[in-house]
């Protein structure tokens, strides 16, 4: 989620869900301690609860970068062990950790001597020929000895050398299987399922002998669904909130970052899938999009796109 999931997406989707976890976008070790670390690091204290994601492989960068975590105020740290991209690949950090587990062993050991965080790992269930069982088991016992106790597995192999980073999203197929067997094979460890869950159903449905589900792009392109989760996934005795809730509780968010000089699309970019499949959808994409960027854009440009949303819409709950 490079690109994506930056603090203002975050305070987005707080408006949305109290109690699910958000992730950062992923930050390599190398910007963290050679370059503005406020940039990469700030966030604001409604984004609770709040995991860094890191990029890397050294493991006394990232070590020092897991305690910079834990003086920031982050709730959980964790590497990424999962990301196809060539430029992380040139860099010896993402999927492609996954050929030197004793490298990802060091690295956890390292982060957990350096701080009381929980140190987890996100990965795949293979790169290219290393694709077997065994070695997925392989990796998670090795990781699991240094200390990880939760892993997020993107149920999806990776080809790091024949496929896009987009390829790798869609034509590995999925095979949740995989990630249920893991699971069954090492009960003590708390391990996450991630890859393709579109909706809070199929989610329900993984929670069934998965400890956890990541949501990625789905729930980017199509925020709301993540309104009914603190309802439906973690038991809470609340309504959802409404489109027009949630938008309003932005604002205030918003027009602070606006008036500090941030422009206005760079925060509403986040909420242009917010009613996907909605009427009054395309003019709500088509509003902020053609005038969020402009010199001066405000909140005026919001309401005009709320405008032209039906209120039966906007007020509707999950």
């Not at 909605?278 to 005038?291: D, F, V, Y």
Request: aromatic share 6%; with cysteine.
């Amino acid at each position: 989620m490079m690109d994506w999931t930056d603090r203002h997406c975050r305070m987005f989707h707080r408006t949305l869900t109290r109690r699910t976890l958000l992730y950062t976008e992923m930050v390599t070790t190398g910007a963290i301690l050679h370059g503005d670390q406020g940039r990469h690091l700030d966030f604001s204290a409604p984004e609770h609860p709040l995991a860094l994601q890191l990029g890397g492989s050294d493991a006394a960068a990232l070590a020092e970068c897991a305690r910079l975590a834990e003086d920031w105020g982050y709730d959980e740290v964790n590497l990424n062990c999962g990301c196809p991209s060539d430029r992380v690949s040139s860099g010896s950090f993402g999927a492609c950790l996954m050929g030197t587990p004793d490298v990802v062993a060091r690295a956890v050991e390292a982060m957990r001597a350096a701080t009381r965080l929980p140190v987890t790992v996100k990965h795949r269930i293979g790169i290219d020929d290393l694709d077997s069982y065994e070695h997925l088991t392989g990796f998670v016992r090795t990781v699991a000895a240094a200390g990880c106790e939760q892993f997020i597995v993107h149920a999806r192999k990776a080809w790091l050398s024949s496929l896009s980073p987009k390829e790798n999203r869609e034509i590995p197929p999925l095979r949740y299987e995989v990630v249920q067997q893991l699971k069954a094979d090492f009960p003590q460890l708390t391990v996450v399922l991630n890859g393709g869950v579109k909706s809070l159903t199929e989610a329900q449905q993984a929670l069934a002998w998965a400890d956890g589900v990541m949501i990625g792009r789905a729930a980017y392109q199509e925020p709301y669904l993540l309104a009914a989760a603190d309802r439906d996934v973690f038991g809470e005795d609340a309504q959802a909130v409404s489109r027009r809730e949630a938008i309003e509780a932005y604002l205030p968010y918003v027009a602070a970052q606006v008036e500090a000089g941030q422009p206005l699309n760079r925060m509403m970019k986040h909420t242009l899938g917010l009613f996907a499949g909605q009427p009054g959808a395309r003019h709500w994409k088509r509003t902020l999009s053609e005038q969020g960027h402009k010199p001066g854009a405000g909140l005026d440009v919001v309401r005009a796109a709320l405008a032209g949303v039906p209120d039966d819409v906007l007020d509707a709950r999950a």
